[in-house]
Each structure stands twice: as C-alpha cells, then as structure tokens.
C-alpha cells in the first residue's frame, strides 16, 4: 500500500538566522502584513515532502491549527547564489501561521535557498 505524503511535518526549534533575513527581506517587499509578534515565532513546521526548504512559521502548540491556506501574503521571486530562479511565497493560514514556501521555476534537484537582496515582488 502506498503512503500518503503529509502536507506537513511537525518541527520545533528557533527560525535560523538565514531563515530570518528571508522572513525580514521578504516583509520589506510588503510593509501591509498584520504579524505584530512575528519576533515571537518559531518554526512549528516544515513541508510534507521532506526535501524542499519550506517551513511553517507561528506559535509554540500552533502546528495542529496548519490547515487550508487563506491566502496569499507576498509572492516573489529571486535568484539563488548558483543563478537559479526561484519562488518566495508567504501563505497565511489560520491562527497567522505563515507557510514559507521556496520553489523553483523549474523543479531543479537540490534546493537553495534565494539570495534576500534579490528578491522582488512576482508580476
């Protein structure tokens, strides 16, 4: 019988410090995004697929509230050190748990994450 792969994964640890330069660069792009606390997240999640650099960013206890997104928040697109195109979206789902989302135009192998100054608001 073939398993299902979950839409996410539980994780629980501090947002790194890269991860927090794409978050800053990302908000900068759209300054309209309601997260007072977001300083107060960690990442509760990461993607179902095991592989990808997506993570899911809220509250400690936060992870069972992952559900159907929302919406989307910013939608943007950069370049990774290597010259590869790649998309930054933040999802919004319940509870303001963001869904941090890198994905390539082009489903490359390996995932890396964009450079933060390259990042620009997706046309």
Partial sequence: MDSITPYAIPENREISEVEWELIR????LE???????IDDYKVIGRCGC????TIFIGHDGD???IGK??????????ET???HSVFATFYLHEAEIIEF???YYTGLG??????PSSLNIAK
């Fill in 31 to 37: 300054n309209t995004i309601p997260l007072e606390d």
């Fill in 63 to 65: 992870f069972e509230k």
């Fill in 101 to 103: 989302e890198i994905n």
């Fill in 110 to 115: 390996e995932y890396e994450l964009p450079m």
């Fill in 69 to 78: 997104s929302k919406g989307i928040l910013i939608d943007a697109i950069g």
């Fill in 81 to 83: 050190k290597n010259g």
């Fill in 50 to 53: 095991g592989s990808c650099p």
């Fill in 25 to 28: 660069a990302m908000i900068s």
